[in-house]
Structures are given as structure tokens and as C-alpha cells.
Nanobody, 114 residues
Framework: QVQFVESGGGLVQPGGSLRLSCAVSGNIFDFYTMDWYRQAPGEERELVARIIGGDKLNYIDSVKGRFTISRNNAKNTMYLLMNSVKPEDTAVYYC????????WGQGTQVTVSS
């Protein structure tokens, strides 16, 4: 069964950077899409970034130009590089694949605060 383990979150000041990692127990080469989602307190989980077919990248407007999604098939790992973070980026971040086809992992908490 495919499982995701997210890591790399923490407390960061506004304007700072973080790199999140998503380790996958499965062959990510088989995934058509790989996604990062986030859920802020009291909010619904939302899609943040997506890789489609290995090279097409999509982002929500609020993170365009600041976040970068990438994948390393050899390491079965996906990444989210977060630059110029803002307090509104505070959330638990999750990864998934193939349009949320798999069980969710525990996520990794990102808190942006001075």
C-alpha cells in the first residue's frame, strides 16, 4: 500500500524559506500527478501545487513565484521549496498523488511567525 511521510516543517519567520519533503513507499514513477496540499486551522484542505506527467507544474495564485514543487524519482521523494513565506502560509502540509487516490499521511506543520 502506498504511504506518504511528510517532513521538513517548522517555525519560520516571514520572508524565510523551508523545504518540505514527501517520502513515498512506492514507485513514484508510476504516479501521473503528485500534489502538495495544506490545511489551515478551521479551513478545508486545499491544493497548493501539482506536478502533472513529470514536467507540467501548477500552483495556486497565492504561492506562484514563491513555491517550487519538484520530484526525484530515484529517491521516491517529492519536495516543496517555500521561499518568501508569509503568515498566511501557516498550515499542515500534506502530499498525495493521482488526484488524492491514496490515504493521507500525518502531514508536517509549517508555522510562519515573527
Amino acid at each position: 500500500q502506498v504511504q506518504f511521510v511528510e517532513s521538513g516543517g517548522g517555525l519560520v519567520q516571514p520572508g524565510g524559506s523551508l523545504r518540505l519533503s514527501c517520502a513515498v513507499s512506492g514507485n513514484i514513477f508510476d504516479f501521473y500527478t503528485m500534489d502538495w496540499y495544506r490545511q489551515a486551522p478551521g479551513e478545508e484542505r486545499e491544493l497548493v501545487a501539482r506536478i502533472i506527467g513529470g514536467d507540467k507544474l501548477n500552483y495556486i495564485d497565492s504561492v506562484k513565484g514563491r513555491f517550487t514543487i519538484s520530484r526525484n524519482n530515484a529517491k521516491n521523494t517529492m519536495y516543496l521549496l517555500m521561499n518568501s513565506v508569509k503568515p498566511e502560509d501557516t498550515a499542515v502540509y500534506y502530499c498525495n498523488a493521482n488526484y488524492k487516490a491514496f490515504p493521507w499521511g500525518q502531514g508536517t506543520q509549517v508555522t510562519v511567525s515573527s
